[in-house]
C-alpha cells in the first residue's frame, strides 16, 4: 500500500498549493529517513496527511504499554512468579484470586523494605498458594513520572487480559510436559512448533537451551524467547528455562537470570510434580575456560564441580530418592565415544574439536545418574535428533536428544513415562514407551535397571 506522501498513490484529497520540491534538498542530502519520506509529499494536504499519521504512531508507542508477557516462571506448589515487562519505568503488582470472577488478593515485591519501583522489568511472586488449585490473575503497572526523594508523581495505569494458571501438585495422577531445544531465534520456525502442539494435559513447558544465539540486549530476549513463548502459553503455562551454552555468551549473559528467575538464584535446581522429580542442570560453555573464544571471562571448571557436589546431595534427597519418576533436563548430553554403536539414530561424536563438556558430563555425572535411577534425560546441542537406549554397562535410562526441529512430549502417568517426539509441522517422528517405576528409596536397589519397554515403529 501506498504511503500517504507517495505520488504514486491515489489521493483522496484534492491537491492544493504545491511545494517547491527542491526546498527539501539539503534535508535529502542529510540522508535523514523521516525528512527523505516528507520531501516526497507534493502538496500541502498530503503533508499534513503524512505528519497527522507519524504523530498518532508516535503517541501511540509513547503510552503506557506492557511490551512482554505476563509469563510464568519458578513454579512450585505453593506459588508461582509472574513476570512481565513495560515501556516506562512503573510500580507494579499482581491481582490474583480462586474465583474466575475477579481477584482477592494482591501482590507487589519488596526487597529490604522497598517495594520494587521506578523500573521496567517486573517480577512478582506469588507465595502460599495451595497445590493443584486454579488461579485467576492479571497484572497491574502504574508509571512512574517523577520520583524525588520526598515526592513521587504517578501516571497512568496499564493493566493485563484476565489470565490463570495452576499450580503444581506432587500428587496428581497425570499430567504431560513439552520440551524444545535449539531454536536459535528461528522465531518462524518456533512458533510453528508451538502452534502444533496438543496442549491439552501439558502443565510445563522446557525450553532445553540455546533458545538464543547469544545475548546483547534485553529486546533479543524478548523477541526470540519470551514474546513467542507468551502468545501462545507462557502466561498460563509456566516455561521453564534451561540454560544452554549459546546464553552463556555475549555482553547480555549475566543479566538472563533476571528473566528467568529460579526458586534458588541458579541454573541448576529441582522440583516435583505429578510423581516426577525434575532435575534441571546447567552445562555450561562445550569448551575449556582458556579457550580464546571466550576472552578469559569465564569460570565454568569451578563452576561445574560446585554443580556436580549439589548433584551428588539431590540424589540423597528424600524428594528425589521417594519420587516414583526421575527426569533430568540438561542441554549438552552426556557422552561417551563407544556409545555411538547403539544410537537409533547418529549424532556427532564427541569430543568434536574443541568440544570438551560432553564427556566431562559423562565422567563426572553419568555415574550419578545410574547411582540416582533416573529415568529420562533428555538434552539437545548437537542439532541433530537421536535416541540412545538403556544399556546395563552405560547409561541405564533413555538419552533423547532433541534436534532443531524436535517436540518432545512426555506423558506421565502411574509411574510410566510415554515419551512421544514431533517434528515442527506435529507430524509424529517417534514413539517411547518407558518401564515402571516402582515407589521406592534409591539405596539398597540393583544398580542395573531393565531395558525400556516395547517402542513402537518409527515413522
Not at 260 to 278: E, K, L, M, N
Request: aromatic share 10%; proline share 6%.
Amino acid at each position: 500500500m501506498a504511503l500517504p506522501c507517495d505520488p504514486s498513490g491515489n489521493q483522496s484529497f484534492p491537491p492544493t498549493v504545491t511545494i517547491p520540491h527542491d526546498i527539501f534538498g539539503e534535508v535529502r542530502s542529510r540522508n535523514n529517513p523521516l525528512m527523505q519520506v516528507i520531501s516526497r509529499c507534493r502538496t500541502v494536504t498530503t503533508l499534513l496527511v503524512f505528519l497527522m499519521l507519524h504523530w498518532l504512531a508516535a503517541s501511540l508507542l509513547a503510552q503506557l504499554q506492557i511490551t512482554a508477557g505476563p509469563y510464568l516462571q519458578a513454579p512450585s506448589e505453593a506459588g508461582v512468579t509472574v513476570m512481565w515487562a513495560t515501556n516506562r519505568k512503573c510500580v507494579s503488582k499482581v491481582e490474583y484470586g480462586t474465583s474466575p470472577d475477579g481477584p482477592t488478593m494482591t501482590a507487589e515485591r519488596s526487597q529490604h523494605g522497598l517495594v520494587d519501583a521506578n523500573i521496567t522489568l517486573h517480577c512478582v511472586p506469588l507465595t502460599g498458594l495451595k497445590p493443584g488449585t486454579c488461579y485467576y490473575y492479571r497484572v497491574v503497572s502504574t508509571e512512574i513520572l517523577d520520583f524525588q526523594p520526598y515526592k513521587v508523581v504517578f501516571g497512568d495505569t496499564v493493566k493485563s487480559q484476565d489470565n490463570r494458571f495452576t499450580t503444581l501438585d506432587a500428587n496428581k495422577d497425570r499430567f504431560s510436559f513439552v520440551v524444545l531445544n535449539d531454536r536459535h531465534e528461528k522465531t518462524d520456525l518456533l512458533a510453528q512448533a508451538l502452534n502444533s502442539i496438543d496442549w491439552d494435559g501439558v502443565d510445563l513447558v522446557f525450553f532445553n537451551g540455546d533458545a538464543a544465539n547469544h545475548l546483547t540486549s534485553e529486546e533479543q530476549i524478548f523477541q526470540s524467547i519470551i514474546q513467542p513463548a507468551t502468545k501462545v502459553f507462557a502466561g498460563r503455562i509456566p516455561l521453564v528455562f534451561v540454560r544452554g551454552n549459546h546464553e552463556t555468551r555475549g555482553s547480555f549473559a549475566r543479566m538472563l537470570m533476571n528473566y528467568f528467575p529460579s526458586a534458588t538464584g541458579r541454573f541448576y535446581y529441582s522440583f516435583s510434580h505429578g510423581g516426577v522429580h525434575f532435575v534441571i542442570l546447567d552445562s555450561g560453555e562445550d569448551k575449556a575456560d582458556s579457550d580464546p573464544e571466550y576472552s578469559m571471562l569465564t569460570r565454568f571448571e569451578s563452576y561445574l564441580e560446585e554443580e556436580t557436589n549439589w548433584l551428588k546431595e539431590e540424589i540423597r534427597s528424600e524428594s528425589f530418592r521417594k519420587a516414583r519418576l526421575r527426569v533430568v533436563l540438561v542441554h549438552i548430553p552426556p557422552w561417551d565415544i563407544t556409545m555411538r554403536d547403539i544410537t537409533v539414530r547418529a549424532v556427532r561424536e564427541p569430543p568434536l574439536g574443541k568440544s570438551i563438556r560432553e564427556k566431562y558430563l559423562w565422567d563426572h555425572w553419568g555415574p550419578l545418574f545410574n547411582k540416582g535411577r533416573v529415568d529420562l534425560l533428555l538434552s539437545g546441542h548437537t542439532h541433530k535428533y537421536a535416541e540412545v537406549p538403556p544399556a546395563e554397562d552405560k547409561n541405564q535410562y533413555l538419552i533423547l536428544i532433541g534436534g532443531t526441529d524436535t517436540i518432545i512430549r512426555v506423558d506421565a502417568a502411574a509411574g510410566h513415562l510415554s515419551v512421544t517426539t514431533f517434528n515442527n509441522d506435529g507430524s509424529l517422528k517417534s514413539k517411547w514407551f518407558d518401564r515402571l517405576t516402582i515407589p521406592s528409596e534409591v539405596e539398597g536397589l540393583p544398580s542395573i535397571l531393565p531395558a525400556c519397554g516395547e517402542r513402537e515403529e518409527k515413522l
